[in-house]
């Protein structure tokens, strides 16, 4: 069994850090960057210009982000919450940024202390500056199923997102995610499907959390949606500290080991993929695991 | 989204205790009993009836069967592996009596020390006695999918151990075993509904272990496939001592929140049993992780 090849983006050094106890020395992340590109991976996002005083971990992702253009085969991203963000980016030479905004008002509001609307409004002019810059935005739109505070995401709040978005006519990529991990099979295979019917010229990106176990059930579903796009994590470290009851990431190693015993092309090396877990895998444990919300 | 109800069997008495590094007292084993009756399980296995000295921890197994089989709401069955282990599990009264075979020879040879053709020369009478004394015989396939010696399973060499089960007229449950945890989902839903249309009258159970990350999605393939019955380990403990490479059953936990999630009844209780799964989880770690094959 067969089918067109997919693009695996590594999270590891951003998504992966953020419930850490303790921050990641900056020879360590360059160890994994090493790592991870002797295996084969090519995107991957290298950290977040956010407040060091709220993450103290990603203090250092303009050198992460130096070392990694600095490698020709690599295609590094940084998530930026706002504009200033954004502007950092830039100014540390970033050819690609993540913006994040949550398609539920609960988590945006957590994550990045306004509503959805501010979020949307500040995210025009960037994208035009983007595109004029020559910077590719990648567009997340995170709890696009379940919410910790909200519950379900209903598919109009996501599209809601990305209508706005695709007006600008510079979107050409976007990342749905389960950011606390408690979508179902079913729920990937629809909003892919609807996303992909009413967005025909966008890239579709799936960003799984592992929390109860179903990443890969859920990444199966959206691939066979159309997605072809997928994010995950080296050892599945990672979690949002603002969505209680987010556990990690699906692991990077899972997401390649499901697609090449499919006979699907990841361009990913097992053995050395694996090598790159080992030392993900030494980065620490999660200061806390949030608690489940009640349900 | 709905769908047809699913029994959850809970084997973490039996495939859940297999690796672990010493035995489980038989008092916390009742524990683990109550707990799991507790949140609804109905079906579960209890024990094994090998050698003790292959297997001490399954020493107390005519004990934990005697507690099970007094408590009304319950339908506990035990492992047998061969006509002695089944003479042994009528004697202490066993309702139900797993009976296993491997579809690959090199698997068989490891867990059962005889060919494939000896294991089914053994089960012809012993089926026929199930069937006399009113004993429900559940047929495991191990290694359906893959097997760390063998490969790749053909369909063929699982239809050759159902053929010759059916032939006694006596067959009415079997359960295919991704023993390794290597399957993905295409390759559940090819056996699953091969199986379905060879075999129409019979019922089927998936007992999936979560190797590779793939459980979950093995499970839904194999639910769309028409199975009905699934297997788990409270905790996700498990794993085969000479299938090297197989890790974790998958999660009870994770199986019931997973149909739970789809609207699809599973009778459990989620609250009810994440506290069996927090007895589960005091059982202790593996004596060893046995290391992957190499691929």
């Known amino acids: 069994m067969t089918g067109p090849a997919v693009e695996i983006l ?3 050094l951003r998504d992966g850090l953020q419930l850490l106890a303790a921050p990641v020395p900056l020879d360590r992340k360059l160890a994994l960057l090493d790592a991870a590109e002797a295996a084969g991976v090519r995107r991957l996002e290298v950290g977040s210009f956010v407040s060091p005083r709220l993450m103290p971990g990603f203090a250092d992702t303009a050198d992460v982000l130096a070392a990694a253009t600095a490698r020709p085969a690599l295609r590094p991203s940084v998530l930026v919450p706002n504009r200033r963000g954004f502007d950092l980016a830039l100014a540390a030479g970033a050819p690609e ?3 994040v905004v949550s398609a ?7 994550n990045l202390r306004r509503t959805v609307e501010a979020s949307l409004a500040e995210l025009m002019p960037v ?3 983007a595109r004029a810059d020559g910077v590719h935005l990648r567009l997340a739109i995170a709890t696009a199923f379940h919410c910790a505070f909200d519950g379900p995401t209903p598919h109009e709040a996501v599209f809601r997102i990305l209508d706005r978005a695709a007006e600008s ?13 408690h979508a179902v099979p079913d729920e990937a295979r629809a909003l892919f499907g609807a ?8 890239v579709f990106g799936f ?9 890969l059930a859920n990444i199966e579903a959206a691939y066979e949606a159309g997605c072809r796009v997928f994010d995950g994590a080296l050892a599945g470290l990672g979690g949002c500290p603002y969505a209680p009851g987010a556990a990690g990431n699906v692991s990077t190693e899972a997401v390649a080991a499901l697609f090449e015993a499919r006979g699907i092309a990841t361009g990913l090396d097992a053995a050395a993929l694996a090598g790159a877990g080992r030392i993900a895998a030494t980065f620490g444990a999660p200061a806390r695991v ?6």
Chains 1, 2 share one sequence.
């Open 10 to 12: 590594d999270v590891t």
């Open 97 to 99: 940024v993540v913006w």
């Open 104 to 110: 539920s008002e609960g988590h945006n509001g957590a």
């Open 127 to 129: 994208l035009a500056d």
């Open 169 to 181: 006519g510079a979107l050409r990529e976007a990342v749905l995610a389960d950011t606390i991990g």
């Open 195 to 202: 996303a992909a019917a009413r967005y025909p010229g966008l």
């Open 207 to 215: 960003h799984a959390h592992d929390t109860l176990g179903r990443g």
């Open 290 to 295: 949030p608690p489940l919300p009640a349900s």
